[in-house]
């Protein structure tokens, strides 16, 4: 859940609230949901039939065979990590930095300041064995939730359901318009639910992952879903989604506005950079287990299956994965980062993985499932469908950066391939 929360919806609701025209960003948040709930289903049964790091590093492999493809998926999963696991923490420290301006004013270069320092902070919280990260975890989603929770319950007195609730549906010139405002808004929605699987990265250190896995991911979305749809609500009936769409820093905004008070709203924000921190520290972790779990199996650079001599945690791969993401804080802005991350992922990882798992089905239906997704294969396919829409509904130079991802990582396949096949006869 604080991977799921971090600096997530306290940026993209602006976002969200100025593509859909208000009110009617509500229909990101629904749709977001909804592909959270299918897409987690894949991830519930496939987590639960294979708990062990790498997530869907090992799922492809499963699902796909020992055929060429069982090869290929992987390794795309493997070369897209390297770029968009730094991305997905550079976006979570650049978000940071951008809600400490609220604090104080800081300048551009500060902010890179602030956002590399904090990926070295974080990176340093971890460097340690994965119980007392636990103990950690828990600690900050008290935090989480309970300012989530502040949030919502302060808008009560100030709620006005006329505000709230006009979608305005009929400020978008046409159907057309409305379905890639969806399409584009729904994007950064996804993106704040982003997190759900992360347990998945971890299978090998989770106790009883048949059950714990499943249930995990499915009280995570059922949780932030009820918190986002809430808070977005709230905000809405109290603010006027002008406002709300010329933010940078919304909910200290709000909790300004409610209270009358700049110190309520700087209380807010440190709370909020504190559950930024939070799901940043979620998000590492997690990412630290992929390039570990591929080296093991031979697939990958071999210093990255190291762990550490007394608390046996993969801390080569921690390292790279949080010192790249280090200099990515420092390079690139919020907006392009968001829908670069989720368009580079989407074909390989989320729609390859749904697609994977209903062949897997049909073409080993006897096989054991500890967990088996509900009315299979629809979540599977609904899943597939949104993910494929918002996919088309946005940028074109975004498609054609996600395709230049999969090429390259295409190329670097066969000529790896060719290179160990002649090295091995040679």
Known sequence: MIDMVGIGPFVTLPIIVTLMHGPASVLAWLLGALLAYSDGMVWAELGAKWPQAGGSYVFLQKIFGGRKLGKLMPFLFIWQTTIQAPLVIASGAIGFAKYCSFLVPLTDMQRKMVSGALVLLLITLLYRNIRSIGRISVVLWVITGGTILWLIVSGINSFDASRAFDLRLDSFDSSALLFVALGKSSLNAVYSYLGYYNVCHLGGEIRDPGKNIPRSIIISITGIAVLYLAMQTVVLGVLPWQQIAGSDFVVSEYFEHIYSSHLVGQIATVLI???????????????????????????????????????????????????????FSLLFRLGEVITAILMMRMLVQFVSQALGLIAWHYREPQAERPFRMPLFPVPAILSIAIWLFIFLSNETRYKVFAAGIITSGVMAFYIRDRWLRQHANG
């Not at 799901?279 to 210093?303: E, K, W």
């Not at 550490?308 to 200099?327: A, N």
């Open 273 to 327: 950079l504190v559950i930024a921190a939070s799901a940043l520290f979620a998000g590492i972790l997690g990412y630290s287990r992929i390039p570990y779990a591929a080296a093991l199996n031979g697939d990958f650079f071999s210093v990255f299956s190291r762990v550490h001599p007394k608390h046996k945690f993969p801390h080569v791969s921690l390292l790279v994965i949080g010192g790249v993401g280090f200099v």
